[in-house]
């Protein structure tokens, strides 16, 4: 939206007129996710449908129920999709005008849950499963856009080595990259099928477990009855391995917040992503959607918490605080997808200083690492005597107000001289030129060093290996889908023999 725009000038929204632009579409997109994702995962009715509908093609293969039977239920079931609610029985029920003997039929031999829930964080896995790749992407993107931008790497908050924006985002990536290792141990953990196994010995009637499994698109059947009531501690492994992703995106979104500020100024952010104040006319908060994403992040980790506690303490059973647990896995994967939609959409509207930030890594002092190896390797002096007589220059230097570049030969002397140590006996343009870091990119560049080359070729080589997870992402899509097929094949087949 222009300044001199009709629509400005017409809209009395301050939230438009300090950053002079609406907010990012991607952002309103974005906070309302989470509400509107809980509410589609969460409506069991369909899924429960599946199961009925799976079960009632095993059960009719298996001769338990009647052709009279399967001609009322399917119609039944196929209007699940069109509606909210719980499923099951009771609305089987209600559908069929009150006929609970046909109603029943869709409950011989297994228990009210399994594997509905499984079914319903499976889908909220395979969300969190397509923006977490899309992220990944966005991290290499930016990542190698910008493998030269030199700025300070930090420790403790302070100074510590010079790195390159490129070099932290890989870091960024491998981060999130081991999460999704994670979360696809977990998925692999939820995508069992734990139907058939009654309440916790078995059917008791003559079933095919196997069938299901087939028919519902999963990848294994939980084998012993008894675990697939008491167990469900795939729950813990999703919020874990979302727990982790967050974490991460946290503690990035953190040094982000912090590097947006006015006092340090090394990042520009967009109009569309900042934040403002209804008192302060003055304001338009570079960092707020750092702040946003780690509220996304904290819900995580009290979804993870909740549902922790609500298995502690708990016997090995079939039992309701573990059986309602799955709505803190819906939740929490809800809020992780949300996160990382902002981020990702977000990140490549940080916009480095890279001016600044070379302002800054040449006023810190950190080629005193660089020139500490030269002492060793040009002197022969000790590795510890080197950064002795190092701190002690850059001590001086501090307190004289000797800048980096303007360091000496005669400075590093009376330095180690100082420090009771041989003097080294460099000469100024030796000295100028580790502590300057003029030259930083040019120095030997060991596996995963934040040379520009290097970091290129470790995106590369990570896009590779994004590529291959796609591939595991539609996989997993494919399956399901191919088995739902199967199992509309079956229902066609059965209805067209029970006619």
Not at 14 to 41: C, F, I, S
Not at 101 to 129: C, I, K, W
Not at 267 to 281: E, L
């Amino acid at each position: 939206m222009e300044f001199d725009s009709e629509e400005y000038r017409a809209s009395h929204d301050h939230r438009r007129h300090t950053p002079g632009v609406p907010d990012a579409a991607q952002w309103n997109h974005y906070r309302r996710l989470p509400a509107m994702r809980v509410k589609e995962t969460g409506n069991r009715l369909p899924f429960c449908a599946l199961m009925d509908k799976a079960w009632l093609v095993m059960l009719y293969r298996k001769g338990h129920v009647s052709d009279e039977e399967v001609r009322k239920l399917f119609p039944v079931l196929a209007q699940a999709n069109e509606e909210q609610g719980w499923g099951g029985e009771a609305w089987i029920r209600e559908k069929l005008g009150g006929d609970e003997d046909t109603a029943f039929a869709v409950n011989h031999g297994r228990t009210l849950q399994e594997p509905m829930a499984r079914m319903m964080m499976r889908e909220s896995l395979l969300y969190a499963f397509d923006e977490l790749l899309l992220t990944l992407e966005s991290v290499l993107d930016v990542a190698e856009e910008h493998a030269d931008v030199l700025m300070a790497g930090h420790s403790h908050w302070a100074h510590a080595q010079p790195t390159t924006w490129g070099a932290y985002l890989l870091a960024v990536h491998d981060g999130l990259s081991r999460g999704l290792e994670q979360l696809e141990l977990a998925y692999r953990h939820t995508n069992m099928n734990s139907g058939g196994c009654g309440a916790c010995s078995g059917a008791r009637w003559d079933v095919d477990r196997e069938l299901i499994t087939d028919l519902l698109g999963f990848d294994e059947t939980v084998e012993p009855a008894y675990d697939c009531e008491a167990g469900q501690e795939e729950m813990l492994t999703i919020l874990f391995a979302a727990s982790n992703i967050a974490v991460t995106l946290s503690r990035v979104c953190l040094d982000l917040n912090v590097w947006v500020t006015e006092e340090w100024d090394i990042f520009d952010v967009d109009m569309a992503w900042r934040g403002v104040s209804s008192f302060m006319p003055h304001k338009a908060n570079a960092g707020n959607r750092f702040e946003n994403i780690r509220e996304n992040c904290n819900r995580v980790l009290g979804e993870m918490q909740t549902c922790l506690f609500s298995f502690k303490n708990e016997p090995l059973q079939d039992i309701l605080p573990v059986y309602h647990a799955d709505r803190y896995v819906r939740s929490g994967l809800a809020e992780l997808e949300a996160g990382l939609g902002i981020f990702r959409h977000l990140l490549p509207n940080v916009r480095p200083r890279a001016d600044r930030m070379w302002e800054l890594v040449r006023e810190g002092y950190s080629g005193a690492v660089d020139l500490a190896i030269r002492i060793v390797k040009e002197r022969g002096l000790g590795g510890r005597c080197a950064h002795r007589i190092c701190c002690t220059m850059v001590r001086i230097a501090r307190e004289r107000g000797i800048r980096p570049w303007e360091c000496t030969g005669a400075l590093l002397d009376e330095a180690a001289r100082i420090s009771n140590d041989p003097e080294p006996n460099l000469s100024d343009e030796a000295v100028r030129h580790d502590m300057g870091l003029e030259h930083f990119h040019e120095t030997a560049c060991n596996l995963g060093d934040p040379k520009p080359q290097e970091t290129r070729r470790l995106v590369a080589k990570r896009r590779e290996a994004l590529s291959d997870a796609r591939d595991r992402q539609q996989a997993r899509r494919d399956k399901i889908e191919e088995a739902l097929e199967r199992l509309q094949a079956e229902i066609d087949a059965i209805m067209g023999e029970s006619e």
